[in-house]
């Protein structure tokens, strides 16, 4: 479109304008480090295929193509917000769940809060950050809590998961309820420490191609690899639970 | 009349914004979305923090804004890093500055290590954050609204006073910080509106405990997450105190100070 | 001149420019800087005031040394100063004569120095009363005890009615007596006005300049006037000091300076006449002068002190006719009036390159000197008629009643004599 | 001497964040994580939409500024309405600015929907919506410094303008706005600044479109998802931008116009 | 009148003050608008500019109607107005007469109304050249033309060689010649200066008067000049309209102002004194006034027009001693000289409540009127000495030479006797 010839100019350098072989892609957030390996993946596999994909929260990338950003595929973290999506009938046939996430306890590297289970998220002495209930992994974390019967006094509340780790990893909490994935990604500034309970609640991530993809073909292909074996055990490598 | 036509797309362009805000408000829910314990939790956090640092901001800000008119006499190269270090903040996105106030104030901060270590002090989670990230956020609009103020008093009734003995602090206290009261008033409504919008490194530095450090802007974000017409609602009731106040004060600002 | 007062020795320089200002003014005394444009006089006032640092020389004000250098406790002309608040060291007589000791810089604020600037500089937001209180205040006097002085010096300046007006309600002459009460309210112990009068209409002058002249004559505290305008130094100060590029030409009272200019500046401010004569040689009981171009002209009293000059003020100076019938065109004071002046014994129509001249009252008056007229301004009532001299390309200015002058005659490229009164002739 | 303390103070309140940025910045690694296609992609992206933005912004915002001062004739009470209106995208989270425009130039949009319908052009996740948003959020301040510097102007100036024949608009082209260049340099250097560091509204509105639509702020929140040390170079180097501009510029600024 | 120059009847109000002037300038002419303080002179100048609104009346220039009413294609007053601009309805006579109709409001910008601000108002970032080509640049002038044409202009000022100087670059002299040059560029229909010399030093302003008056000599455009300097009306003006409280009190040309003032205003500018009379009679050759507190007063000259007063120009007072031993103190004209005066005809010594007197050269001088000393001034070389009459507490002023007189007789409070010289007593 005419908005677009600017940047399409100015980016010679990435994309070429080719009508097709080349999509959009909304992702939430946390999968930005396995995606990426899947989007290398599928390109080398792909000749002439472009993927492009723009990482944001959920809800916010939900409210985006509902506002009419040129998307072919989202891939939410929740499946609440692929609601969003669906019900405005933008999306094609049924969201897929591809993976999964659960929560386990961060700890900064060397535990000084000594936390060992989640019953110990209890103790005054220790200090726990905590999702706000109104996102999603704070909403998890309830579910969590309550479900073993464990009721913390969170020092803080955050607006998102990255929020609440910055805290482990800075070391201003002695523990945090976040993804695995989260904790996978941090690398050694951050202990994970099981939460155990194989029943323990998890969150769905869900992809969908998307009703007014400009080349439906390279979006379905790119959608059925982040389902295939190699993008799942990708995604597994990064903390997932996926199968 | 030509000028009118860039001027209202101008107007336009920070107006209809707004208006699209307010013609997709959930009118026929607004009440109740609004009328809750944790929506006057948010605004009574935010109006005392937005207080607080506009406070703080006039207390740092106007001395740094005297030092900095007191810079034109140093040498060209310090004038020009003080200034440009002045409006860091500016440049900062706000979700970096709240991490950089961490790495300076959390717990095992820069500073605030010892402060934990020595006073068992620590700022992160409360209000005292809040209001600390709104001041770094919002003091720089502050402190140039006031340099600029300051630049503009005839340098005349400085001398004048100093030949009547006054000292330097005597004579600012006395006649310049008076006479650019409009320009201090200016830049603290400023300053207010900036902090009460505040959203990433409050979020950031001081989470968003309910009551304690959720503001409303935080409490967008949230609602966002789930309620998105709650979110709406919200930023109305945002919108509606900051250009309350804006309104409120605008007129005192334009008549202070001589005449 | 130690104790009361201000004794300075002024050496500044300003990029191309120097000042070299040596000044005394007693306590309760006023004295008046004069001087054209960019002759220095503000450039003093700041060095005074401490805004602008000396580069030699010092200031002593009632005997506090606030600036500058001094040698072995006396200035550097060899004066002994009062000792109050020179460097320890001049004083123990530790320094070695000829050592050059920095002195201390006092700054402005500690200075009590009063400045009352052109401008006026009231701070706009403050009333009469608060303005006139700051100085009190600033030292430290309860604000009751500074708003009573402040009211008494509203009383001497007249204007205790107007004590609750901010600036902005206040005439230029009403600010300009608030500003002296400022001023003095500070209890400064040398005052500076830089050309107070200058911001007023010259309608509103005479009156403030009376205004002024009462306040100061009362004040006890060395007054400095910076004045561009001789009808102030003559109202208001005791002495005269006219500085030209930066250095001193002329001193004495607004009197003696104004009726015997030394420069053709000081000349111009009566509209006087001064040449600098090429050689003056004394005759018997008067003095002869040669000028440019081969001029000659006598004055019946001896040569004078100061510098060589040939002065002749506008009274001295009368025109007669040369193209036209033989006749009187106007001219000086003894032609002013309508009364039956002594016009008898005036010399008459045209004679070139004589000098000397017919007998007159009171001394030989000179033989017509060819000159043509190059400009005609009325001042009020009376006519200023500027002429050159054919020989030397000597300017001068004669002046006559409007009713009296035959204007026709005196049209730009008109041919005059020019004829001088020997009496009031000055030779030096 | 006394005011050096606040003065001292609030600069570091301001500086002390940045300098513990420093410190924790991966030196060793700073290298190879900035020196990134997509690193330099962003950079591009930043720099392009903060001119541009600014650029806008001096269009637009130059007559507005002219507008408020022209309002002083009209009802008080619209006047102040106009200045509080101009000051909403301050009140505003930047997040919610960008809900904002999308409900009014979004495809479904107050606006986006009759564009996209009859020219078939959605704005939103172009580098356009980038410029828009960071217009909305960064012209007020070049309006309210322009605004300042018009006051100060010389009325008499325009009536001898007037005097000569000049039709308004020629007075404000030919002697207006010369003089008020350092207002509106000192204007376009926050605008630009606040532009460049502007995150909520873009990413909201513009998405993250690598190469497209992410700017180095959009970079900085992305990388600290997965790699927080990455997202520390990368303020870095927003930082040394902004700071550099703000360096070169000022100066300028401060010797425009009259001397 | 209609044609060439302007004609205007300015009514208007600001807030209590009115202000109700007619005025006509023909082009070519200078006009001198003189007024005190408040008087409404810029308010006048305003309202010309097209800067304020009238509330009536009507402005015409060069027969086109800038502003104001028109009854039935004639002005206000009845005068026929040339139609050129008008309403059309008045033109067409389709108006009733003694029907107000809304004359057009020309805007500032359209008028080629000229206008030199006291304060110059040059713009600060342009040259004195293109300050000088805005106006025909503001006009559409091409570049290169509206160069030539401010180089010309600025030649005419005599300052082509300061034409690349920015106006900080400027003495005060120099930018209001600039300012001349820049209004006259935009070739005005009309000049209006606003006090064009009351910003600069005293000692600049005789050459930059001799300046303005030698351009303005050659502008053939219709010139009006507000000023508080009588000095300056003199030298620029072709006749003078004193303005007091919004009303016109005085016209004519600047000498017969002068010479013969209406007001105690006018007077106050020559340092004359006028009386109001209580009783005017005619006399056989002369007149008669009866004035407050029983003081009668004689003039040789017939009553005059114009509205009652008695006028007495400074050179018809002379002091005598009432104090000390009878003897002259000293005075105006007659005694100014050093010259054998004609002093023997006067009265000495005191004489109270008597009128007439002695003969005198010209006319009777008046006995002495008994008085007291309340002011002394020096003018440059002269004294200004105050008096106030026992009688009627009438105050006058009298002029004599500093070398002249007896100062010490001149303290305020000193006893001395007026004496009036009937032939320059003006007594209307
Ligand atoms: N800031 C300055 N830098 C360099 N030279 C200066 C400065 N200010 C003044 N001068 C020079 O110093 C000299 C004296 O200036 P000063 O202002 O003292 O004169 P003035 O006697 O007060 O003149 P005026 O009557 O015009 O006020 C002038 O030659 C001027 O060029
Ligand atoms: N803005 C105003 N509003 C109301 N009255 C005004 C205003 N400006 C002037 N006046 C009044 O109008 C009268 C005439 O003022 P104007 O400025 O025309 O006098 P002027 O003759 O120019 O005096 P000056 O010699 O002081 O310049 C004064 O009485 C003044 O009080
Ligand atoms: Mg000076
Ligand atoms: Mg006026």
Same mark, same amino acid.
């Given at each position: 479109s005419a908005a677009d010839g600017a940047p399409g100019a100015a980016g010679g350098a990435t994309g070429d304008p080719a009508p097709t072989g080349s999509i959009t892609v909304l992702a939430a957030a946390s999968l930005t480090g396995p995606l990426d390996e899947i989007v290398d993946a599928f390109e080398a596999r792909t000749p002439g295929a472009e993927v492009t994909v723009s990482y944001g929260g959920s809800s916010a990338l939900a409210q985006q193509v509902v506002a009419g950003s040129p998307v072919d595929a989202f891939l939410s973290a929740s499946s609440a917000t692929m609601r969003t999506v669906a019900d405005a009938d933008l999306v094609e046939g049924e969201p897929v769940t591809f993976a999964r996430n659960s929560l386990q306890i961060a700890v900064p590297a060397g535990d000084p809060g000594g936390v060992g289970s989640l019953a110990d998220l209890a103790s005054p002495d220790v200090s726990v950050a905590l999702c706000a209930p109104e996102v999603p992994c704070g909403a998890l974390a309830v579910q969590v809590l309550e479900a073993a019967g464990v009721s913390v006094v969170p020092a803080t509340l955050e607006p998102d998961v990255k929020s609440a780790l910055t805290k482990v990893e800075l070391g201003e909490v002695d523990a945090a309820l976040v993804y695995r994935t989260d904790v996978v990604a941090a690398g050694d500034a951050v202990q994970g420490v099981e939460i155990g309970g194989d029943d323990a609640p998890t969150t769905a991530y869900e992809a969908a191609r998307l009703r007014d993809s400009a080349d439906p073909a390279l979006a379905d292909a790119f959608v059925a690899s982040v389902l295939s074996a190699d993008g799942r055990s990708v995604l597994a490598d990064a903390g997932f639970t996926v199968g | 009349m030509l000028v009118l036509v860039p001027a209202l797309v101008g107007l336009a362009l920070l107006v209809l914004p707004a208006v699209a805000l307010l013609v997709r408000a959930p009118w026929s829910t607004l009440g109740s979305r609004l009328a809750s314990e944790a929506v006057l939790d948010a605004l009574r956090v935010s109006l005392t923090s937005a207080v607080l640092a506009t406070a703080l901001s006039l207390l740092l800000g106007v001395p740094l804004a005297w $030092?900095? *008119?007191?810079? /034109?006499?140093?040498? =060209?190269?310090?004038?020009?890093?003080? !200034?440009?270090?002045? *409006?860091?903040? +500016?440049? $900062?996105?706000p979700v970096v500055g709240g991490i950089a106030l961490l790495y300076l104030l959390g717990r095992t901060g820069l500073l605030g290590r010892p402060l934990d270590a020595v006073f068992g002090v620590t700022i992160p989670f409360t209000l005292a954050a809040v209001v600390i990230a709104q001041t770094f956020v919002a003091m720089p609009f502050l402190v140039l609204s006031v340099e600029g103020a300051l630049r503009g008093v005839d340098r005349g009734l400085d001398e004048a006073a100093a030949s009547l003995g006054a000292s330097r602090w005597y004579a600012f206290r006395r006649v310049t910080l008076p006479l650019v009261a409009p320009g201090v008033a200016a830049g603290a409504v400023l300053c207010f509106a900036r902090a009460l919008g505040e959203f990433? %490194?409050?979020?950031? #530095?001081?989470?968003? #405990?309910?009551? !304690?450090?959720?503001? +409303?802007?935080?409490s967008v974000y949230l609602a966002q997450q789930s309620d998105p017409d709650s979110a709406v609602a919200l930023s109305l009731l945002l919108l509606a105190v900051g250009v309350g106040v804006l309104l409120l004060l605008r007129d005192r600002w334009l008549t202070t100070g001589v005449r | 001149m130690s104790g009361g007062g201000l004794s300075a020795c002024l050496r500044l320089e300003r990029g191309s420019f120097a000042l070299d200002l040596d000044l005394e003014v007693a306590a309760g005394e006023v004295v008046a +800087?004069?001087?054209?444009?960019?002759a220095g006089k503000s450039t003093a006032l700041a060095a005074l005031a401490g805004l602008l640092p000396l580069t030699g020389g010092r200031v002593v004000v009632d005997g506090e040394v606030l600036d500058g250098q001094v040698l072995d406790g006396r200035g550097l002309d060899g004066r002994v100063l009062d000792g109050r608040g020179l460097d320890g060291r001049a004083r123990d007589g530790r320094a070695l004569p000829g050592q050059v000791l920095d002195g201390p810089s006092v700054p402005a604020r500690d200075r009590r120095v009063g400045t009352v600037f052109q401008d006026h500089r009231l701070f706009p937001h403050l009333t009469a009363l608060e303005n006139v209180a700051f100085g009190p205040r600033s030292r430290g006097v309860p604000a009751r005890a500074a708003r009573g002085r402040a009211l008494d010096e509203l009383r001497r300046v007249g204007l205790a009615d107007l004590a609750d007006r901010r600036p902005g309600a206040l005439s230029g002459g009403q600010s300009q007596r608030v500003a002296v009460a400022r001023a003095l309210a500070a209890d400064p112990r040398l005052l500076l006005l830089d050309e107070p009068l200058a911001a007023l209409d010259a309608e509103q002058r005479p009156a403030l300049r009376a205004a002024l002249a009462d306040v100061l004559r009362d004040v006890p505290v060395a007054t400095l006037l910076v004045t561009h305008d001789p009808v102030d130094a003559v109202a208001l100060a005791d002495r005269v000091v006219v500085l030209e590029g930066g250095v001193v030409v002329q001193r004495g009272t607004p009197t003696a300076v104004l009726t015997d200019p030394h420069t053709p500046y000081v000349a111009s401010l009566t509209g006087a006449t001064v040449w600098r004569p090429l050689e003056v040689a004394a005759t018997e009981g008067g003095a002869r002068a040669l000028l440019p171009g081969g001029l000659a002209v006598t004055s019946a009293r001896p040569p004078a002190d100061g510098p060589p000059r040939v002065s002749v003020p506008v009274e001295a100076v009368t025109l007669v006719g040369l193209d036209g019938p033989p006749g009187r065109v106007g001219g000086g004071g003894p032609a002013c009036g309508a009364g039956p002046a002594g016009d008898a014994g005036r010399p008459d129509g045209a004679g070139r390159g004589r000098s000397g001249g017919a007998g007159h009252a009171g001394g030989a008056a000179s033989a017509p000197i060819p000159a043509r007229v190059v400009g005609v301004e009325q001042r009020l009532s009376r006519l200023a008629v500027t002429v050159v001299t054919d020989q030397g390309e000597l300017s001068a200015v004669a002046e006559l009643p409007l009713a009296a002058a /035959? =204007?026709? =005659? $005196? !049209?730009?490229? %008109? !041919?005059?004599? +020019?004829?001088? /009164?020997?009496?009031?002739?000055t030779i030096a």
């Amino acid at each position: 479109s005419a908005a677009d010839g600017a940047p399409g100019a100015a980016g010679g350098a990435t994309g070429d304008p080719a009508p097709t072989g080349s999509i959009t892609v909304l992702a939430a957030a946390s999968l930005t480090g396995p995606l990426d390996e899947i989007v290398d993946a599928f390109e080398a596999r792909t000749p002439g295929a472009e993927v492009t994909v723009s990482y944001g929260g959920s809800s916010a990338l939900a409210q985006q193509v509902v506002a009419g950003s040129p998307v072919d595929a989202f891939l939410s973290a929740s499946s609440a917000t692929m609601r969003t999506v669906a019900d405005a009938d933008l999306v094609e046939g049924e969201p897929v769940t591809f993976a999964r996430n659960s929560l386990q306890i961060a700890v900064p590297a060397g535990d000084p809060g000594g936390v060992g289970s989640l019953a110990d998220l209890a103790s005054p002495d220790v200090s726990v950050a905590l999702c706000a209930p109104e996102v999603p992994c704070g909403a998890l974390a309830v579910q969590v809590l309550e479900a073993a019967g464990v009721s913390v006094v969170p020092a803080t509340l955050e607006p998102d998961v990255k929020s609440a780790l910055t805290k482990v990893e800075l070391g201003e909490v002695d523990a945090a309820l976040v993804y695995r994935t989260d904790v996978v990604a941090a690398g050694d500034a951050v202990q994970g420490v099981e939460i155990g309970g194989d029943d323990a609640p998890t969150t769905a991530y869900e992809a969908a191609r998307l009703r007014d993809s400009a080349d439906p073909a390279l979006a379905d292909a790119f959608v059925a690899s982040v389902l295939s074996a190699d993008g799942r055990s990708v995604l597994a490598d990064a903390g997932f639970t996926v199968g | 009349m030509l000028v009118l036509v860039p001027a209202l797309v101008g107007l336009a362009l920070l107006v209809l914004p707004a208006v699209a805000l307010l013609v997709r408000a959930p009118w026929s829910t607004l009440g109740s979305r609004l009328a809750s314990e944790a929506v006057l939790d948010a605004l009574r956090v935010s109006l005392t923090s937005a207080v607080l640092a506009t406070a703080l901001s006039l207390l740092l800000g106007v001395p740094l804004a005297w $030092l900095l *008119t007191a810079s /034109d006499a140093w040498p =060209r190269a310090w004038r020009r890093l003080l !200034r440009a270090v002045v *409006t860091v903040p +500016l440049v $900062l996105p706000p979700v970096v500055g709240g991490i950089a106030l961490l790495y300076l104030l959390g717990r095992t901060g820069l500073l605030g290590r010892p402060l934990d270590a020595v006073f068992g002090v620590t700022i992160p989670f409360t209000l005292a954050a809040v209001v600390i990230a709104q001041t770094f956020v919002a003091m720089p609009f502050l402190v140039l609204s006031v340099e600029g103020a300051l630049r503009g008093v005839d340098r005349g009734l400085d001398e004048a006073a100093a030949s009547l003995g006054a000292s330097r602090w005597y004579a600012f206290r006395r006649v310049t910080l008076p006479l650019v009261a409009p320009g201090v008033a200016a830049g603290a409504v400023l300053c207010f509106a900036r902090a009460l919008g505040e959203f990433g %490194a409050t979020i950031t #530095f001081a989470g968003t #405990f309910p009551g !304690r450090t959720q503001t +409303l802007p935080t409490s967008v974000y949230l609602a966002q997450q789930s309620d998105p017409d709650s979110a709406v609602a919200l930023s109305l009731l945002l919108l509606a105190v900051g250009v309350g106040v804006l309104l409120l004060l605008r007129d005192r600002w334009l008549t202070t100070g001589v005449r | 001149m130690s104790g009361g007062g201000l004794s300075a020795c002024l050496r500044l320089e300003r990029g191309s420019f120097a000042l070299d200002l040596d000044l005394e003014v007693a306590a309760g005394e006023v004295v008046a +800087l004069l001087g054209p444009n960019g002759a220095g006089k503000s450039t003093a006032l700041a060095a005074l005031a401490g805004l602008l640092p000396l580069t030699g020389g010092r200031v002593v004000v009632d005997g506090e040394v606030l600036d500058g250098q001094v040698l072995d406790g006396r200035g550097l002309d060899g004066r002994v100063l009062d000792g109050r608040g020179l460097d320890g060291r001049a004083r123990d007589g530790r320094a070695l004569p000829g050592q050059v000791l920095d002195g201390p810089s006092v700054p402005a604020r500690d200075r009590r120095v009063g400045t009352v600037f052109q401008d006026h500089r009231l701070f706009p937001h403050l009333t009469a009363l608060e303005n006139v209180a700051f100085g009190p205040r600033s030292r430290g006097v309860p604000a009751r005890a500074a708003r009573g002085r402040a009211l008494d010096e509203l009383r001497r300046v007249g204007l205790a009615d107007l004590a609750d007006r901010r600036p902005g309600a206040l005439s230029g002459g009403q600010s300009q007596r608030v500003a002296v009460a400022r001023a003095l309210a500070a209890d400064p112990r040398l005052l500076l006005l830089d050309e107070p009068l200058a911001a007023l209409d010259a309608e509103q002058r005479p009156a403030l300049r009376a205004a002024l002249a009462d306040v100061l004559r009362d004040v006890p505290v060395a007054t400095l006037l910076v004045t561009h305008d001789p009808v102030d130094a003559v109202a208001l100060a005791d002495r005269v000091v006219v500085l030209e590029g930066g250095v001193v030409v002329q001193r004495g009272t607004p009197t003696a300076v104004l009726t015997d200019p030394h420069t053709p500046y000081v000349a111009s401010l009566t509209g006087a006449t001064v040449w600098r004569p090429l050689e003056v040689a004394a005759t018997e009981g008067g003095a002869r002068a040669l000028l440019p171009g081969g001029l000659a002209v006598t004055s019946a009293r001896p040569p004078a002190d100061g510098p060589p000059r040939v002065s002749v003020p506008v009274e001295a100076v009368t025109l007669v006719g040369l193209d036209g019938p033989p006749g009187r065109v106007g001219g000086g004071g003894p032609a002013c009036g309508a009364g039956p002046a002594g016009d008898a014994g005036r010399p008459d129509g045209a004679g070139r390159g004589r000098s000397g001249g017919a007998g007159h009252a009171g001394g030989a008056a000179s033989a017509p000197i060819p000159a043509r007229v190059v400009g005609v301004e009325q001042r009020l009532s009376r006519l200023a008629v500027t002429v050159v001299t054919d020989q030397g390309e000597l300017s001068a200015v004669a002046e006559l009643p409007l009713a009296a002058a /035959d =204007r026709a =005659r $005196l !049209r730009p490229g %008109a !041919r005059v004599g +020019l004829v001088l /009164d020997p009496a009031r002739t000055t030779i030096a």
